[in-house]
């Protein structure tokens, strides 16, 4: 799947057509490798938003996170969702 597909079926605003290609999903960073979509899950513990600069490290193609969020600066394209736990279901 490429990531402007997946992009398509979220309720993102103002992406534009990625043409990466997307080989699976993960709310936990230490799964990601290169092609995973990171959801950046806000938990009670922590926010998954710290873990974004890692994921983006471990060659996640793309961050998915709520609308507001404080990811900024990562190599990677920021998908912003206004419910990303919601997102990360309609996804898998």
Request: charged letters at 20%; aromatic letters at 4%; a negative charge.
């Amino acid at each position: 799947m490429k990531l402007r597909d997946l992009a398509g079926i979220l309720p993102v605003e103002g992406i534009a057509s990625v043409d990466l290609e997307v080989t699976g999903i993960s709310s936990d960073s230490r799964e990601v490798k290169a092609g995973v979509v990171f959801f950046a899950l806000a938990g009670t513990k922590a926010d998954g938003a710290v873990y974004a600069a890692d994921a983006a490290a471990r060659g996640a193609a793309a961050i998915v996170a709520g609308k507001g969020s404080t990811i900024a600066g990562l190599p990677v394209p920021v998908l912003a969702v206004d419910h990303p736990r919601p997102a990360l279901a309609q996804s898998a």
